[in-house]
């Protein structure tokens, strides 16, 4: 319940001091493409249940519903603004909102596309599916989307077993780190 109440105080804060370039962002993305400014992904939430989760959209409207490691080319897809919201993580601001509703938390493995079969599996197998996926988390300050599958998932079940409002506390940090540095970004 703790948790939930500090994902719930720091959202709302986050949201209310973030809301200018929130705003900003939004603008932008209406300005530099064609489309919707959010892109609302279908994700695997705690128990498997799918959610929609929304991001800043930085891809084109006709990218084929896959992770972006899977495309081809995925600077094809980007929008004139997309390869910014990644790399500085603005693409991210919009997922305040499936914290504030409860289907995510600040920190968690972060949410797999309905359609990642072998991430699912695998943390399924682990128990890490009885956790809330987080905006950020263990397995992301130690390597992003550099991770290979298993280790990523050996990783989420290294943060179920050392979930602790201090261990929270030190990935919030190390996030912020890794945001202000770049620092993981393979696209």
């Known amino acids: 319940m703790s948790k939930r109440l500090l994902d719930l105080i720091l959202a709302l804060c986050a949201a209310l001091v973030l809301l200018l370039p929130i705003a900003l ?29 929304p991001k800043f959209r930085s891809m084109r409207i006709d990218t084929p519903a896959v992770a972006t490691h899977l495309l081809e080319d ?5 929008t004139p603004i ?15 909102w499936s914290i504030i509703k409860g289907d995510m938390s600040l920190v968690g493995p972060r949410p797999a596309l309905f359609n990642q079969d072998d991430l699912i599996k695998l943390r399924t ?4 599916h009885t956790l809330l996926p987080g905006l950020t988390g263990w397995a ?9 599958i298993p280790q ?28 202000v540095k770049r620092d993981g970004v393979s696209h």
């Open 25 to 53: 962002v939004a603008l932008a993305v209406r300005l530099t493409s064609k489309g919707p400014v959010l892109y609302w992904s279908d994700r695997v939430g705690r128990y498997n249940r799918i959610f929609k989760m």
């Open 125 to 128: 197998e682990n128990d890490v």
């Open 140 to 148: 992301q300050v130690n390597g992003r989307d550099e991770l290979p």
């Open 82 to 96: 997309g390869s910014f919201l990644r790399t500085s993580s603005l693409d991210e601001l919009p997922q305040l």
């Open 74 to 78: 995925p600077k094809r897809y980007m």
């Open 152 to 179: 990523k998932v050996a990783l989420d079940t290294e943060y179920l077993h050392r979930q602790s409002l201090g261990f929270d506390l030190h990935i919030l940090w190390l996030t912020f780190l890794k945001v």
